[in-house]
């Protein structure tokens, strides 16, 4: 598996520099490669990257501990994240003001910063821990997304000519996707590799160990066909290890959007919102 990783990795990198350089030749590039020279530009586009990277996958598994880890309903478990929505709508309204009140790489740094340090708080997660401070968290991620992502939309538009705005837009929205796959991919993998480690209880058929094994939600599902005492074992186990897995994902996730925050101070240094962005 290991000499696998490596040889995609290369294949991947020996791709994207035949990308790079042909695009650096041809007089009607589908992606301007020049754009990344603008340090503001670049800046914004790391910092949308990095940041949705450091959110995408604890955010995804952080729904199924609501569920499987809580035992809350669907409905439940949409209704507890609500606050970092709340956050990222309210924040965003008020970007524009605090970037021009303070600069666009306070505001942007701050924010960064602050989701890093929410996500630092999840690290010392656990089963039974109240919705107050998971409520708490999420908001803040909330308000530190919505600072962050309303200003550097505006940089990357601003920090390029018009007749590339179309390009830049492209950009941003490709650093979205990108950010949330490698997200799902990395932090995924962290929790997943983390969670198989667990012991399975003694007397549990390999059948079922082995479905247990698979994901938490199919450690629920196969401990329907055990015993109380056997099932709730099963459950047990599966539990904990799905939640060490999500404290050292949400401990990389943060250390991801803290360096972001110090990379976006300097990048994002001198840089200017444009007139009449991002007013409300």
Do not use: C
């Not at 995804?60 to 809350?72: E, I």
């Not at 709508?89 to 340090?117: D, Y």
């Not at 909330?142 to 390009?167: H, M, N, R, Y």
């Amino acid at each position: 598996p290991t000499l696998d990783v490596a040889v995609a990795a290369l294949v991947g990198a020996g791709g994207l520099t035949g990308f790079v350089r042909r695009q650096l030749t041809l007089p009607a590039p589908l992606l301007d490669m020049r754009l990344f020279r603008n340090r503001g530009f670049s800046g914004a586009v790391l910092a949308d990257l990095l940041t949705i990277l450091g959110l995408a996958g604890l955010v995804f598994f952080l729904s199924q501990f609501f569920q499987l880890v809580q035992g809350r309903s669907p409905l439940e478990a949409g209704l507890a994240e609500l606050p970092a929505a709340i956050g990222s709508v309210t924040a965003g309204l008020l970007a524009g003001r605090f970037a021009r009140r303070f600069s666009v790489r306070s505001v942007v740094a701050g924010g960064l910063a602050a989701i890093g340090l929410a996500l630092a708080v999840l690290t010392a997660i656990g089963q039974t821990t109240g919705y107050p401070v998971l409520g708490a968290s999420l908001l803040v991620v909330g308000i530190g997304a919505g600072l962050a992502f309303t200003v550097t939309a505006d940089v990357i538009l601003s920090s390029v000519p018009k007749e590339q705005a179309g390009s830049a837009s492209a950009v941003s929205e490709t650093a979205y996707e990108l950010g949330a796959a490698l997200g799902i991919a990395v932090l995924g993998s962290i929790v997943t590799g983390v969670y198989r480690d667990f012991t399975t209880p003694a007397g549990i058929p390999s059948d079922v160990a082995a479905a247990a094994h698979d994901s938490l939600g199919g450690a629920v599902e196969a401990s329907s066909a055990l015993a109380p005492d056997r099932a709730g074992a099963l459950v047990s186990v599966a539990q904990e290890a799905f939640v060490d897995g999500l404290r050292i994902a949400a401990g990389v996730g943060a250390a991801v959007l803290l360096a972001t925050a110090v990379a976006a101070w300097f990048l994002l240094r001198d840089q200017k919102l444009a007139d009449g962005a991002v007013e409300h």
